[in-house]
């Protein structure tokens, strides 16, 4: 898959780095009668359709928004420090400031929090 969406990044200009969990897992069971081709063609047109850093596959949504990098190799810390904190902010529904929120568990002041958030691409579903 990740051959994919490199060819088709490159193809389109687009820069996708993310996948959800869920949709990763269900692309993982499905079956695949097409094989090889159908997966491509399946990458291809979710590459186009996709308008963020986020792979969006039709057919596979996810319900989560908690997200690895497509490219397992990306072991960068910006990539890691993004998908952790999007963890702890689902994990306080997406509360930034007060008690029981994500500024709290990270020990990060509310407005670094949402620098952070800022500059990771960071956005509330």
Not at 10 to 28: F, R, T, V, W
Not at 105 to 110: E, N
Request: glycine share 4%; aromatic share 8%; net charge positive.
């Amino acid at each position: 898959m990740e051959h994919f969406i490199d060819k088709f990044n490159k193809s389109y200009g687009k820069n996708i780095k993310y996948i959800a969990d869920e949709a990763m897992s269900k692309l993982k069971a499905y079956d695949w009668p097409g094989n090889i081709r159908e997966l491509e063609n399946l990458i291809e047109r979710a590459s186009i359709l996709s308008n963020s850093d986020m792979l969006v596959i039709p057919g596979f949504e996810s319900s989560t928004h908690t997200a690895k990098p497509i490219n397992n190799k990306d072991l960068s810390f910006e990539v890691a420090q993004r998908n952790h904190i999007i963890q702890v902010l689902e994990q306080c529904d997406w509360k930034i400031s007060g008690s029981k929120s994500a500024s709290t568990l990270l020990k990060l002041k509310p407005s670094t929090l949402r620098d952070k958030m800022t500059k990771l691409g960071i956005v509330k579903p």
